[in-house]
């Protein structure tokens, strides 16, 4: 049994916020003046791996240990093999933690379910929902009823510190900037071989003054690629506003791609912004 590692899960929410990034950026800035041309197709990942140490066995084994930090009541049922814990629970994995009144784990089929004032915390970022569950045998997690997602990237001391050697990208600016979230479901497939997180919608993610709408969303970690489909809409108060069908975004290349965009609006930026 592999178990679910919830930081990833928060992280690969987190991209999702650069769809903001590129939609709010002025329409005329990413059509180029011969609309033909498109960006360059999605590279193979061809990194090479970095070496292993002889640790690393360790350090994996250190990365599946989930703890229960608190549970005013455990009962093991030896007939189900069913554990249930009630009452202020709380997990912790590594800097992640997660609230809720009532958790089950079905020891027979692998499975396990938390639901009740649901919150699980990342240092970047908040999911509240109503139930989380997990097969750990298929690899996947589900977050399901009224899900908020509050994000932030955190901004590291190094970084903060007025060093200006090395601008952030407009990827790295939005990311920064807390965004927010919603949407009926979270799908979660961490197995190694697909990595994909689905929040299916209506999606809407608000983030100052931009607002975005879909009808899904799709966060493929393998190839570092966010798909967007079904009413793409993005909206910002100064009247600027972006709707096509689908939106396909390469968060590593940092590029967009669109087809039957209409709706375009954008005005000249002034110097000052």
Not at 37 to 56: F, G, K, N, V
């Amino acid at each position: 049994m592999r178990y679910l590692r919830p930081a990833a899960v928060l992280s690969a929410v987190l991209l999702l916020l650069c769809v903001l990034a590129v939609l709010s950026l002025p329409i005329a800035a990413q059509n180029a003046d011969n609309e033909e041309t498109s960006p360059p197709p999605i590279p193979p990942r061809l990194e090479t791996p970095a070496p292993q140490s002889e640790e690393a066995p360790a350090d994996t084994e250190a990365d599946d240990i989930v703890k229960i930090e608190h549970a005013d009541l455990l009962q093991y049922e030896a007939d189900k093999e069913m554990y249930y814990l009630s009452g202020n629970v709380v997990f912790s994995h590594q800097d992640v933690k997660m609230y809720c009144d009532e958790a089950w784990y079905d020891e027979a089929n692998d499975t396990a379910r938390a639901t009740g004032h649901l919150r699980i915390v990342d240092p970047e970022a908040t999911i509240t929902g109503d139930l989380a569950a997990a097969n750990f045998d298929t690899e996947v997690a589900t977050v399901t009823g009224n899900i908020t997602v509050v994000a932030q990237k955190k901004v590291e001391e190094a970084e903060s510190s007025g060093d200006e050697e090395e601008k952030p990208s407009k990827f790295e600016e939005y990311r920064r900037k807390k965004t927010t979230i919603t949407c009926p479901k979270i799908v979660y497939e961490y197995n190694d071989d697909v990595k994909k997180m689905t929040l299916s919608g209506p999606v809407k993610a608000v983030q100052e003054d931009k607002t975005a709408w879909a009808e899904a969303a799709v966060y493929e970690e393998l190839t570092d690629i966010i798909t967007l489909t079904g009413n793409v809409r993005v909206t910002t108060k100064k009247g600027e506003e972006f709707r096509a069908p689908e939106v396909v975004i390469s968060v590593e290349e940092e590029w967009m791609k669109a087809r039957d965009v209409s709706g375009i609006t954008f005005r000249r930026r002034d110097e000052n912004e």
